[in-house]
């Protein structure tokens, strides 16, 4: 799901075994010591013990609403600053990065590499950041295994708590059940999104209180998406007797949205 003001997403899944890795061969965390005192052992932590390992340092955490494994709010923060970084420079830098984080002695060879491990501009993105917000509590070869991780998984579900959750298989008795309904769709990563959060207070005083309000993840609903016109987020989506009434794609103030319910619901 793209936002509206062009798309900082990254398609993900969820396999927690991976076990590709870069040779690390320095301590490179960005002031050149391990604290070997925190995890001596972690290079050698099993797939779950991994796991449990950045739930416990809070860069991973288990959504509540959906009982997924998911990157915390917290992790975000550093994160998504190295994405939008890593995933816009040239081949060229990304190659060179490489070579600099884990102390290769050319592009060439950083370059052969990647190659052969396909590794993306995601996991460097991931191996930075835990680099960075763990204080180099792990060697490079742990954290090179927590970002083959992190790199495959997604932020919790950007629908605000607020709203009911809803999803591809459960969008339609929720419509059909409410006379009015208007669902809110909302993406990861989705600067917008977050600008109209925090207008949500005010959204929800626009509304009637005859039409029921729910949420969408724009990331994971792709039938619902592809169905009733939504191509970027955030968007809303206006439902009048189980029927489809009116798209609307970008940010939406709260004029905006009354003067849309208006002309929708008269």
């Known amino acids: 799901m793209d936002d509206h003001d062009e798309p900082d997403t990254v398609d993900t899944t969820e396999e927690l075994d991976s076990t590709d890795e870069l040779d690390t061969t320095d301590d490179t965390d960005g002031t050149g010591e391990w604290d070997s005192d925190r995890d001596g052992s972690a290079a050698d932590l099993t797939p779950e013990e991994l796991l449990e390992t950045l739930l416990d340092e809070e860069v991973l955490t288990i959504d509540d609403r959906t009982g997924t494994v998911t990157t915390t709010a917290g992790f975000e923060d550093t994160y998504s600053v190295y994405l939008d970084t890593y995933l816009s420079v040239p081949r060229e830098e990304f190659v060179a990065s490489v070579a600099e984080t884990f102390a290769l002695d050319s592009a060439e060879l950083a ?49 605000p708590d607020r709203l009911e959750l809803l999803e591809d298989e459960t969008f339609g008795p929720f419509v059909r059940t409410h006379d009015r309904a208007i669902l809110t769709v909302w993406a990861r990563r989705c600067a917008p999104c977050e600008a109209m959060k925090d207008d949500l207070d005010a959204v929800l005083d626009t509304v009637p209180e005859e039409a029921a309000v729910a949420g969408i993840d724009g990331d994971r609903a792709r039938e619902f998406c592809s169905t009733h016109d939504v191509d970027a987020a955030p968007a809303i989506v206006y439902f009048e007797n189980g029927h489809h009434r009116r798209t609307t794609v970008g940010r939406s103030t709260p004029p905006d949205i009354a003067a849309a319910i208006e002309d929708v619901y008269g």
């Open 111 to 159: 370059a052969g590499r990647i190659e052969d491990l396909a590794v993306t501009r995601e996991q460097l993105a991931a191996y930075l950041s835990l680099r960075s917000v763990l204080e180099g509590g792990y060697d490079p070869e742990t954290l090179t295994r927590m970002a083959v991780v992190v790199a495959d998984l997604e932020p919790e579900t950007p629908v």
